[in-house]
């Protein structure tokens, strides 16, 4: 079942703007991460928050997290055309099974 | 990069071939995951495995099959291939105990003529 839905679908800024995306989900978590998937590859871990954290940064990445209204944003700041890819929110819904339920994800498009 | 990795990238075969997808990780992972996801959509799992001779599967359903008798490998097997099993496959790994990061492949795209 559908854990986590991003929004937007899609997003293009120009490099130097910042990126905001939304993540949503519906049951109780341990931990939300975000990944990110170029064109055609497998993805890479970028970050995660623990449901006792409302906030957590790395380099240019800024994540939140509102478990009250189950929601997640990831921002990027002053983005660069490497940026470019699609980004999934994913939860671990701490059922002792280790699985990761992912969203349909935001493409990013970053223009030079 | 993850030292994780799937062979072939690329497969394009006819319907009813058996196949047989690789995934090798050399991190000494035990868990493991085999996902199916289709162009621009989520992911979706299809199998997971513990350890060794530990394989279950996934939210989604799928004709496939697993196994895993060494740690570091998790071959995903198709016995008669159809377009409908058309897609990406992307293999991935975590650590047990861990915080439930998975490191994942390149990933196996597969076209079924």
């Known amino acids: 079942s559908q854990q986590g839905e991003e929004d937007p679908q899609a997003l293009s800024i120009q490099e130097g703007e910042n990126a905001t995306m939304n993540c949503s989900y519906k049951?109780?978590?341990?931990?939300l991460q975000w990944y990110r998937q170029n064109s055609g590859r497998g993805l890479v871990h970028l970050i995660l928050?623990?449901?006792?954290?409302r906030e957590k940064h790395s380099g240019r990445l800024r994540v939140t997290l509102d478990t009250s209204k189950k929601s997640s944003s990831l921002l990027i700041t002053a983005s660069r055309a490497a940026d470019t890819a699609s980004y999934f929110c994913?939860?671990?819904?701490?059922?002792?099974?280790?699985?990761?339920?992912f969203g349909k994800g935001t493409m990013l498009l970053v223009s030079p | 990069e993850a030292d994780i990795y799937q062979t072939p990238r690329y497969l394009v075969i006819g319907t009813g071939k058996k196949i047989t997808l690789e995934c090798s990780q050399t991190m000494g992972h035990d868990k493991m995951y085999w996902y199916q996801q289709d162009p621009g959509m989520e992911l979706h799992l299809i199998h997971y495995s513990y350890g060794v001779n530990s394989t279950e599967k996934g939210d989604l359903s799928s004709e496939s099959t697993v196994s895993r008798i060494r740690t570091e490998h998790f071959p995903l097997t198709l016995e008669s291939a159809r377009p409908s099993h058309t897609s990406q496959y992307l293999c991935?790994?975590?650590?047990?105990?861990?915080?439930?990061?998975?490191?994942f492949g390149p990933g196996t795209r597969l076209l079924v003529l």
């Open positions: 928050i623990r449901s006792n954290e």
């Open positions: 049951t109780s978590i341990n931990n």
């Open positions: 994913a939860t671990d819904e701490g059922s002792g099974y280790s699985t990761l339920t």
């Open positions: 991935a790994s975590g650590r047990a105990g861990g915080d439930g990061t998975q490191y």
